[in-house]
């Protein structure tokens, strides 16, 4: 990552700010967005939630089972209605 100058900074903005998400340069174009920091940690949410804990070790589990799935078998399940 790169630390923009002033400069650069209030560039940026004034290009957000005009509703702009995509910019071009040298003939590429490159989209704008914002990442923002998680206001809670995995931890604290599983900590927070015990539905999640608990789906998560139950994924843990089907992982250890061999109970893992691809993206197709998933959508052929869902076309089957098995799921």
């Known amino acids: 990552?790169?630390?923009?100058?002033?400069?650069?900074a209030e560039l940026i903005k004034s290009i957000i700010l005009d509703g702009e998400s995509v910019i071009e340069l040298d003939g590429k174009k490159y989209h704008l967005?914002?990442?923002?920091?998680?206001?809670?940690t995995v931890?604290?949410?599983?900590?927070?939630?015990?539905?999640?804990?608990?789906?998560?070790?139950?994924?843990?589990?089907?992982?250890v089972d061999g109970k893992v799935y691809s993206t197709e078998d998933v959508l052929e399940m869902i076309e089957q209605g098995e799921i």
Do not use: C, F, G, N
């Not at 990552?1 to 650069?8: A, P, T, V």
């Open 1 to 8: 990552m790169r630390k923009l100058d002033r400069y650069e």
């Open 33 to 40: 967005s914002l990442i923002e920091k998680p206001e809670t």
């Open 43 to 63: 931890k604290e949410d599983v900590y927070a939630d015990p539905v999640l804990k608990q789906k998560l070790l139950q994924a843990k589990k089907d992982i």
